[in-house]
């Protein structure tokens, strides 16, 4: 078992997890100029922070915007500590779908789209 000390295993993390979600080709997109997607599939795309302070709402609009003109793929966000409020209501407005995670790599869905996304 990996235990979650590094950006980049977060993201390896979240990966993982998207494919059990359902998105059978999740794939980290490696280091370097992201524009803002750490893990990518034909369907969605996700931004994986690992920080001790809760993620605002900035991070969740630059991952808004980084999906790009297709808005049929969904937006995944995964946070070590968690979102602010001003965060989880504007990813209710746009439909981003929330989730934490421990050192452990278990997430937990921080919002009712990360809810919706798990069944």
Request: glycine letters at 10%; aromatic letters at 10%; zero cysteines.
């Amino acid at each position: 078992m990996e235990y979650i000390t590094t950006p980049e295993a977060a993201e390896r993390n979240a990966a993982a997890r998207m494919r059990e979600l359902g998105y059978a080709d999740a794939r980290v997109t490696g280091r370097g100029a992201d524009g803002g997607v750490d893990v990518v599939s034909d369907r969605a795309v996700a931004q994986v922070k690992q920080e001790s302070y809760q993620t605002g709402r900035p991070a969740l609009q630059r991952l808004y915007g980084a999906r790009g003109e297709d808005r049929s793929r969904d937006l995944l966000f995964f946070s070590a500590a968690g979102y602010s409020r001003q965060a989880v209501a504007y990813a209710g407005t746009v439909g981003i779908a929330l989730f934490t995670y421990d050192v452990l790599g278990r997430i937990a869905a921080a919002n009712p789209v990360g809810v919706w996304s798990r069944s």
